[in-house]
Every structure is written in C-alpha cells, then in structure tokens.
Nanobody, 116 residues
C-alpha cells in the first residue's frame, strides 16, 4: 500500500522557518522524482520544488533562495526547508511522487499558515 505522509506544517510568523517532512512507503522510493506542491485557497495547485533520484533540484521562481528540497533514500524521506516565509506562502502543502511509467502518488497535505 502506497503512502505519503506529510508532517511539519503549522502557524509561523512572516520571516520565520518551517521544515516539512514526507515519509514514503509502498513503492521503490529511490527511483521516483519527489516533489512538493501547494494549493492556496481559490488557487490552482502549483509545483514548489522537486528532486530527482540523482539529487537534481528545481524550484518555483517564487521560492528560489528561500526553500530547499532534499531527500534521504535510505529513510524514504523527502524534506522541504522553508525560510524567510511570507504570507503568500500560506497554503496546503502536498508531497508528490512521480515514477518513470507514469505512476503518481499524492499525500494528504499539511497546512502552512504564515501570519502575524
């Protein structure tokens, strides 16, 4: 059974930091491209960051220089370190896995709220 379980969301003040974690199980984690997406109220879900099996990364322009994605293949974990958070980063953040044969998995999401 495939599972992606996010944790680490919460309420933080502008300028603060959060670290999101995603625990994966039920598939060959090491060969999947892992990513984080987010969806704010009334907006479409958008890619935040992703990391390939080899560690190559790419980021949305809006988070470059502030967010860092990483993965631990041995522990089947993917992380999103978020620094210098802004109110516009408020959203539900979803962990995502994409395989070579078109298989796609989503987590349930974790809420991040940036507010004073």
């Amino acid at each position: 059974q495939v599972q992606l379980v996010e944790s680490g969301g919460g309420l933080v003040q502008p300028g603060g930091s959060l670290r999101l974690s995603c625990a994966a199980s039920g598939f060959i984690f090491s060969i999947y491209v892992m990513g984080w997406y987010r969806q704010a109220p009334g907006k479409q879900r958008e890619l935040v960051a992703r990391i390939t099996s080899g560690g190559n990364t790419n980021y949305a322009d809006s988070v470059k220089g502030r967010f860092t994605i990483s993965r631990d293949n041995a522990q089947k974990m993917v992380y999103l370190q978020m620094n210098s958070l802004k109110p516009e980063d408020t959203a539900v953040y979803y962990c995502h896995a994409a395989g070579l044969r078109g298989s796609v998995y989503w987590g349930q999401g974790t809420q991040v709220t940036v507010s004073s």
